[in-house]
């Protein structure tokens, strides 16, 4: 069957995989599990930085990938702290795209959902192409799509905790009620079995920095992720066999045998 690619605000990707820049132990194992991962969006935030030379040291370490950059608004807590940051990424990278992140809580990083609705209309009337990220809240889902967003980034769990998809539930239902969108989970996914999870319930890709960068070999982990996605992906498209509440017998049987007695 004929898939389509991932598609972001109609640039095409290959691979459904997009990969965090931070955490890592070294900026070699950042280069090296990038290039493992098949990944072709890094994402990439301004306020890790303490020095202008280490800024440019790193954006060069970047550019160095030949990925598509998608920044991002971390570690922000209000609407004009986030579209400030946004307008200097857009100067800095040279690009409209942002991953518009708007934290409303401290203990489990939970998104703001008024201050992201908020930031994501003022942005997106100023130019950016706008990738939202959510919890995994329908009506949220459903209201920044109204806005304009083609792009939404609901999370898995809390940012950082490995959990994995802790409700596959409304991320089915976001995905059924939101087919023309492009979705992406992002945060909580700590092994590949997740990422695989998350494509086959008909995401079309997913976002990873801790479990990769976190691993006691990055590398080794990229490649993993790298794999799951692909079979996620291929799952989905296959069509799963319909679950069944009774066994059912899975080799053909071309009649009874019988036994001569002598």
């Not at 890592?24 to 280069?31: K, L």
Request: aromatic fraction near 6%.
């Amino acid at each position: 069957m004929q898939d389509k690619p991932l598609t972001i605000y109609g640039q095409a990707f290959e691979n459904r995989l997009l990969i965090g820049s931070a955490l890592y132990p070294s900026p070699m194992v950042m280069q090296q599990a990038i290039s493992e991962s098949g990944a072709g969006i890094v994402t990439v935030s301004l306020r890790r930085q303490s020095s202008v030379a280490a800024g440019e040291d790193f954006w060069q370490l970047i550019r160095n990938t030949g990925l598509t950059v998608l920044p991002n608004t971390a570690g922000c807590n209000s609407t004009k702290e986030a579209v400030t940051l946004a307008h200097m990424c857009r100067e800095v990278f040279a690009t409209d795209w942002i991953k518009l992140e708007l934290i409303g809580d401290e203990y489990n990083l939970q998104p703001d959902p008024i201050a992201l609705l908020e930031a994501t209309e003022i942005l997106l009337q100023e130019g950016f192409k706008v990738l939202p990220y959510c919890t995994d809240d329908l009506v949220l889902c459903q209201r920044l799509a109204a806005l304009g967003c083609e792009v939404l980034m609901p999370w898995g769990s809390p940012i950082g905790t490995g959990k994995g998809l802790l409700n596959p539930y409304n991320l089915k239902t976001i995905r059924e009620r939101l087919p023309e969108l492009t979705l992406i989970v992002d945060a909580g996914l700590g092994l590949p079995s997740h990422a695989c999870q998350a494509l086959e319930l008909g995401y079309d890709g997913v976002l990873l920095n801790s479990a990769i960068a976190g691993a006691g070999c990055p590398v080794t982990m990229a490649g993993a992720f790298n794999h799951a996605v692909q079979a996620g992906r291929h799952a989905y498209v296959a069509q799963a066999m319909p679950q069944k509440e009774v066994a059912a017998p899975s080799t053909p049987t071309m009649g009874m045998p019988f036994w001569h007695q002598n």
